[in-house]
Each structure stands twice: as C-alpha cells, then as structure tokens.
C-alpha cells in the first residue's frame, strides 16, 4: 500500500516556474516508477513525465521537453517536477501516480498506474 500526496501548486504569471513535489509512503518494490500526470477541464489525463526509482528511466511529454524537469530525492522519498517558462496550456490539476510493475512509458494510459495523489492545481494565468 503506497501513499502520494502532491503539494507546490498555484497561480503563476506565464513565464514563471512552480516546483511540484511527490511525497510517497509505504512499501516498494526495488524498481517502479513514479509519473506526473496533469489534467485539464474538459480534456483527458495526459502524461507529462516520470521517473524510475534507480533514475535509470526518465521521460517527458513533448510538450513540456526543455521546460520541466523531474528529479527525486530518495533519502526523503519525494519526486519533484520543476516546471520552468509556464504556459497557459500548463494550466490543470497535476497528478502523481505510482507504476509499481515498472513498465510505464510516457504514452502508458493512467489506468496502469496502481497509485495516486490527490492532485494539486496549476493556474497559469495573467
């Protein structure tokens, strides 16, 4: 049983940064991957990136390669998507989720994941 709980959303002018974390609890396996999702009204889930435990896997969406950075600290246990040049398109409730069979890919649909947070809402607005 694992536990997620995402935190550092906001409102940011386009332009800014905001930095999400992941915080995770319980027990894992020793390789699975942690990915963020990002939701908008009215549109499906869609992957934007993630990370795999030994940080062997890392990948992003097109649309945010160059702007957002995923990174984890394994000593806190905590994954963290930097999100850099923020657009209005960024907009939406960003999700992470735990893969615990480790074979997620950045296309992989949500209903892979065994896990997730409860979200927490980007707004990228003037």
């Known amino acids: 049983q694992l536990q997620l709980v995402e935190s550092g959303g906001g409102l940011v002018q386009p332009g800014g940064s905001l930095r999400l974390s992941c ?35 890392i990948n992003y969406a097109d649309s945010v390669k160059g702007r957002f950075t995923i990174s984890r600290d394994n000593a806190k246990n905590i994954v963290y998507l930097q999100m850099n040049s923020l657009k209005p398109e960024d907009t939406g409730v960003y999700y992470c989720a735990a893969d615990l069979s480790g074979i997620a890919t950045i296309t992989s649909p949500p209903g892979l994941y065994d896990y997730w947070g409860q979200g927490t809402q980007v707004t990228v607005s003037s």
Do not use: C, L, M
């Open 23 to 57: 915080a995770v609890s319980g027990i894992t396996p020793d390789y699975y991957i942690i990915g963020w999702f990002r939701q908008a009204p009215g549109k499906e889930r869609e992957g934007v990136s993630y990370i795999s435990s030994s940080d062997v896997s």
